[in-house]
């Protein structure tokens, strides 16, 4: 089929009949517009094919705006860089919750809202006792996260949007003390209770490493970078664990459980998962002599083996996070005294001779938000295993701010993609003594 694009619509015609099909144009505010092919099955009895959702927009949304050939990062309309550079976690999330940045009265009741639902149901402190102790952190959290609901009946009727909110808030601020209490977990040391006096990011590295043994201070060096990888990590757009999140939900499932399949999502390697691949990936390569070796590997097509922490579904030039992550990383490692730290070494040279290499210019393969946060994380001695955990904590805003947009979307209706079907046509059952 051919298409023609006038004004405000695309004609499709069906080269087989002649028959034309208008599809209407729908005006971006940024960004591509979009052809609304919602009445195209009703129309033509033809699906839109489009694995993987390379063309497709699922929804609308207000939130987060990428250009990925630009390296642009919005989120409601701020760039990512002035709010990585002046902004703090809990002003991007109310920022990212209610489309506007606060006023210092309403900064000043959002922090101690989140503050004050910080700290989890005493019951939940067992469910913890059912992992192994070297379970991956971020099953505890899919477990952990999903059994919410089971404590917090007064937050789940999705058509009440105080519930809504009061769950977003629990999600939000919990996130930190049930990441905490996974990694306090696996190493045999006891739950640190969050404090109402600390920030959120110093909250966290409080109940990481905090003991009831002695007094702990926060580093505010850490403490400061530990909001901006926050920040950085918050939302971004629809992809796959936020897609998620949102599918989930298109069927009314409760907060939590969306949220617990979002962290599913996340850990794939592909996505979330890759800080700590990247992190496995450098130590693999030991020493930069040996970058050449796996570049090639990961322009092999014989071979699974990609550079992660490389590409990106929308970033075909610099992801503005990894600009940001990078310039951090040199300053916390100085900030912290390390001078050496063979795996940035790595990480730059990786770098500097990926982006030279005809293959990744090519395909325009640069690196991503994943490429260098665990460096960070590593110098904040932060195990990898909980780096996705990390990841997982600074996105649950993004997360349930896009699902109150879906919820609260008039349109909005349960998700259910159909499909290419290549399989058998209708055949006759065969009993088991005519089959040969
Ligand atoms: C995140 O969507 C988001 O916004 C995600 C995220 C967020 O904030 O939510 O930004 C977070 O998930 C960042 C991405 C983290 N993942 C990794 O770093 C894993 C390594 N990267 C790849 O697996 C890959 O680049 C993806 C998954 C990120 C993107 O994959 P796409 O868009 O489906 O691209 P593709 O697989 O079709 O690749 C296009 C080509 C392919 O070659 P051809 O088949 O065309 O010959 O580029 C190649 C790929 O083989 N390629 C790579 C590569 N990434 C893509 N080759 C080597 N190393 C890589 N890393």
């Known amino acids: 089929m051919s298409d023609t694009k006038n004004n405000d619509s695309f004609t499709l015609t069906d080269n087989r009949s002649g028959q034309e099909y208008v599809l209407p144009v729908i005006k971006s505010a940024i960004g591509p517009d979009v052809m609304d092919v919602r009445k195209l099955y009703a129309e033509t009895d033809h699906f839109t094919y489009d694995p993987g959702f390379t063309s497709t927009g699922s929804c609308e949304s207000k939130i987060t705006y990428i250009d990925g050939d630009q390296g642009i ?258 300053e916390v490692l100085d900030e912290l005294g390390i001078t050496n730290e063979p795996l940035l070494d790595i990480a730059m040279e990786l770098e500097r001779i990926a982006l030279e290499d005809d293959y990744f210019i090519e395909k325009k393969l640069y690196p991503n938000v994943d490429f260098y946060s665990g460096i960070i994380y590593r110098a904040m001695g932060i195990p990898t295993s909980m780096f996705t955990v990390l990841f997982a904590m600074a996105r649950t805003v993004g997360w349930v701010a896009q699902w109150n947009e879906m919820i609260e979307d008039p349109s909005q209706k349960i998700g259910r993609p159909r499909q290419l079907y290549t399989g058998e046509t209708e055949r006759k059952f065969k009993p088991v003594h005519k089959r040969r």
């Open 73 to 330: 990062l919005l989120y409601r309309g701020y760039p990512i860089e002035q709010l990585a550079e002046h902004s703090d976690f809990p002003e991007v999330c109310y920022l990212l919750l209610y489309g506007e940045l606060p006023t210092p009265e309403q900064k000043k009741k959002f922090n101690h809202d989140i503050t004050y639902h910080s700290m989890l149901h005493e019951q939940l402190m067992y469910f913890f006792r059912g992992f192994r102790r070297d379970a991956h952190p971020m099953a505890v959290m899919c477990g952990v996260v999903g059994a919410l609901s089971a404590f917090y009946h007064d937050s789940t009727d999705i058509t009440d949007p105080k519930h809504r909110m009061i769950a977003s808030y629990r999600l939000v601020s919990k996130m930190p003390t049930i990441a905490a209490m996974a990694y306090k977990f696996s190493i045999g040391q006891p739950y640190i209770y969050p404090r109402n006096d600390l920030s959120f990011a110093e909250n966290f590295l409080y109940m990481m490493y905090a003991t009831p043994c002695e007094e702990y201070r926060v580093n505010p060096i850490l403490a400061k970078a530990m909001d901006k990888i926050l920040i950085l990590h918050a939302d971004h757009e629809q992809n796959a664990s936020t897609s998620t999140v949102r599918l989930a939900g298109s069927s009314g499932a409760n907060p939590f459980a969306c949220i617990s399949a979002g962290i599913a999502s996340l850990w794939g390697p592909a996505h979330g998962g890759a800080n700590e691949a990247v992190l496995n990936m450098l130590e693999e390569i030991e020493h930069p002599d040996n970058i050449p070796a796996f570049i090639e590997r990961a322009k092999d097509k014989d071979d699974p083996f990609r550079l992660m922490g490389f590409g990106h579904r929308v970033y075909k030039n610099f992801d503005p996070r990894a600009k940001i992550l990078q310039q951090s990383c040199h």
